[in-house]
């Protein structure tokens, strides 16, 4: 029997991969014409703190091998356009990995396009397949419970390697803007929680800032955009149909990072599958606790706004060396946040009222 899957995003990929390794026929059905058609050579963050191990290990761990450009993230400025703070992280525990995502070559998607062709998976592009057709879903966020959008462009640089979290409210209202540049590739983003509308303005209030802040020289620029979403209501399943990453409403609400969670959601889906596990209960056990503790982390970042940003700009502590764990605070569900959640579900479900929380 061939297990169909929806949609070759990390996700689903994930899954077909580690199905195929398991000796499976396994085909994927993938609306556009390649993997990564969905983005256009972002640069995009495999973050590195919301596990116990570093997500390379974790990666290797669920069969997946690092065949595609990935640089760590060592070093960050955060700023709000007038103070900043920059952190430091160990060699070997990065902030982030920074990857592309896009049908172009080095990127994410394109590697593992390769590693599920090399396992035996037969990928059917431009073939969207329904729900009902599918064994297992992975096609992305769903229209109706969008959270965030994003804007910006890629382009190639001269400039040396660079990273900056940029905070401000003209830039990205209750969002942030980043710029990110990597061996000579560079990605200027902003990401609004609200206010959709200023999307164009606050990108151009984000190009300003970071001008002044770096000297840059910008050749080639290429749009990119998108959009997040997320739920704590999340289909896992319906009948024998299994549900993985963004389309399951797996994402952050925090930050909006969704790849580490693409890729564990389709690895949990393929173990499940292949050992006969009940996949709606392994992942609302993996996964609503890191979802709760992402809409409370939401929550405060929206309270500590206040006085532009100042408290996360301002290095008081003077510590500006990191571990990328210190960030794991904030992804575990523990005692405050299970504290703050009824509040924080409250508040976020006025704000998002779209959202199934
Ligand atoms: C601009 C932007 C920046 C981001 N930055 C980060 C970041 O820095 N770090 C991070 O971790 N996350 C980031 N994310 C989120 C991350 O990209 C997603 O969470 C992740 O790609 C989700 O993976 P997925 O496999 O669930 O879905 P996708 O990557 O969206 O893949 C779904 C695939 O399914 C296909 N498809 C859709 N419908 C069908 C159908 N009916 N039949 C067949 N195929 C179909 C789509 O074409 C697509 O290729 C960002 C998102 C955006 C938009």
Known sequence: MTINIAGAGPAGLTAAINLALAGRDVAVYEKRADAGKRFHGDLQGLENWSGDTNVIHDLERMNIKVNFDCDPLLQLITTNGVQQRVSHYPDDEPLCYLVKRGALPGSLDQGLKAQALAAGVQIHFNQAISDEEADIVATGPRSKEVFAVDKGIVFETSHEDINIFLVND??????????????????????????????????????????????????????????????????????????????????????????????????????????????????????????????????LWELVRFKDYALIVNDRSNRTTLKSFDLSNIYRFGFWQKLLYPIARWSMQRRYPNLKL
């Open 170 to 299: 003209d830039a990205a209202y209750k969002g942030y803007a980043y710029l990110l540049i990597t061996n000579g590739y560079g990605c200027l983003c902003t990401v609004l929680f609200e206010q959709f509308p200023r999307l164009d303005d606050s990108f151009e209030k984000s190009k300003q800032i970071f001008a002044d802040l770096v000297p840059l020289d910008i050749r080639n620029p290429r749009a990119v955009a998108g959009v997040g979403c997320f739920s704590t209501k999340n289909l896992f399943q319906q009948g024998q149909t299994l549900y993985v990453g963004e389309a399951a409403g797996i994402q952050d609400l925090l930050w909006g990072f969704g790849i580490r969670t693409a890729v564990q959601s389709g690895y949990l889906a393929a173990d499940c599958f292949l050992n006969g596990r009940d996949y709606a209960q392994v992942a609302a056990a993996f996964f609503r606790p890191k979802l709760k503790a992402t809409l409370v982390g939401r929550f």
